[in-house]
């Protein structure tokens, strides 16, 4: 048995993770593939990487490349989500700010430098043509920080996921005051460069097994009600995501990674680009 394990935020996203554990997929095909839930997202997924908590991530493809760039010894392997990821903007409930363009000069609350969150304000910012060195920002861990932080006037708003965050739109908790989608695939399969060196053949299998479990996802009979009931979602709702969300079971193409790339550094996130190969599997 070839031990592999595996980070990934706590989201729908994964389910095909979960089936392929729960029902024994892995096991047959010979991995022992444990799952480690990182509900702070993907700097927090980076760091566990760098300091050898777990063998490969399911993460945000800007985050990654980002992280890579900055010396992270890891590799992307495969696509996971071919489609965009669509950001909420959220604010408190109660908050007097109702659009997008009243948040020019609020603090972001993000849940750690190098995540989704903090990249993505970038991207809204300049989106909405915001001078991107005046951003501040406010650490705030994961979602449940978020609400404090947001509900204390910490910070303005809040960029998550939209579908992981509308049960807390449809509480009250949060306003939506917009959506800022990524202008790449987000989703990609990140392993350590070690352990893919090690352990090639296992890495192939694990991609193997999980693509044959992507490519019919959709077709598998209530996927929405299982995909509802276990992360707190309405059916209506997770409808409504399937038909935006689209899995890969190929490698990420060079000239999304340059997209990327060229983005981050229109940013000033990154200090330069590199050639796409120095990211994939030599």
Known sequence: ??????????????????????DGTFNNNGLNLSWRDFPDGTGAMCKALRNKEIDAAVILTEGIIKDILNGNEAIIVQEYIASPLIWGIHVAAESKLESVEDLKDQKV????????????????????GWDTSKLEFEVVGDIN????????????YFMWEHFTTKPLVDEGVFRRVGDCPT??????????????????????????????????????????????????????DIEQWLKLTTWSQKQISVLEIQKVQEQLLELNLIPETKDSYYFLPQ
Not at 145 to 156: F, I, Y
Not at 213 to 224: D, L, M, R, Y
């Open 1 to 22: 048995m070839r031990n592999i394990q595996v980070g990934g935020v706590p989201e729908h996203f994964n389910l095909p993770w979960h089936l392929c554990i729960d």
């Open 109 to 128: 609350a993000i849940s750690r430098y190098g995540s989704g969150s903090h990249l993505m304000a970038y991207v809204n910012a300049r989106n909405m």
């Open 145 to 156: 920080g978020a609400v404090k932080a947001l509900q204390e006037e910490r910070a303005g």
């Open 183 to 236: 202008p790449w695939s987000c989703f990609v399969i990140a392993v350590r460069k070690d352990f893919f060196e090690t352990d090639q053949a296992g890495i192939l299998t694990m991609l193997k097994t999980l693509n044959q479990v992507t490519k019919k996802f959709k077709e598998i009979p209530k996927v929405e009600l299982a995909l509802a009931k276990k992360y707190n979602q309405k059916a209506e």
